[in-house]
């Protein structure tokens, strides 16, 4: 697992609730992204970060935010959730720069209602 | 537009047999084309990778073919066997973006006994 490890593994909220979902890494890697991944759509980029305080949008950013105060945990928050963001949500490093694999964590599972 | 599509979306293969999934790119400047595997419950796990200076890359039973002019690249698993039955994902990415990784929809693997 690459020294990573996500909180919580399964969540049930209700709409209109923030959530933060954390990821939490033991191997200073610089690197941290955020997927979801929903069924017929693979794993698509949320959010990622190249350092303390240094992180960009990916590709399905929108209603989401993160955080990353300290190299080894990296904060996703749903502002607002919605039952469109429903979903298994995925925590990865890579070991880079240029072109490494990317190393995931086992996911959190959540629900919105 | 999705710039990474994967077929089939499930295979079902008997012990013994080849398993091939395929994928096909759009954008010429990736560069790094790893695969991964994903049993449930669990994150991706790397299974193989090529760059494109190549159009071969085999470990163990796990082959990646990979045709740039095409634009496309297989995975093909040989002497298939009931533990390869998992989700595959095929990716994409630039040396430039370390992580930020496309993905392809998934390939549902089963391998009957």
């Known amino acids: 697992d690459a020294g990573i490890t996500q909180s919580p593994r399964h969540k049930v909220t209700e709409t209109g609730t923030p959530v933060t979902l954390r990821c939490h890494q033991t191997e200073n890697h610089r690197y941290m992204y955020w997927y979801r991944q929903d069924p017929g759509h693979g794993l698509r980029l949320i959010h990622y970060s190249y350092g303390v305080k240094d992180t960009d949008k990916g590709e399905v950013s929108d209603g989401y935010s993160v955080s990353r105060s300290k190299t080894e945990d990296f904060l996703l928050t749903l502002e607002s959730a919605t039952s469109s963001q429903t979903s298994v949500y995925f925590c990865a490093i890579s070991t880079g720069p240029g072109n490494s694999p990317l190393h995931f964590g086992n996911g959190t599972r959540l629900t919105v209602t | 537009q999705q710039q990474v599509k994967q077929s089939p979306q499930s295979l079902i293969v008997q012990k013994g047999g080849i398993s091939i999934i395929n994928c096909a790119y759009e954008?010429?400047?990736?560069?790094?084309f790893p695969w991964y595997q994903q049993f449930p419950g669990k994150g991706p796990a790397l299974l193989i990778a090529i760059r494109p200076d190549v159009s071969e890359k085999k470990e163990g039973r796990f082959t990646i073919s990979f045709n740039k002019s095409a634009k496309q690249f297989s995975l093909h698993i040989m002497d298939s066997q009931p533990g390869d039955s998992a989700t595959y994902f095929c990716?994409?990415?630039?040396?430039?973006?370390?992580?930020?990784?496309?993905f392809g929809d998934g390939t549902t693997l089963t391998v009957k006994p």
């Open positions: 954008n010429t400047a990736f560069d790094y």
């Open positions: 990716a994409a990415s630039l040396g430039t973006n370390a992580g930020k990784s496309t």
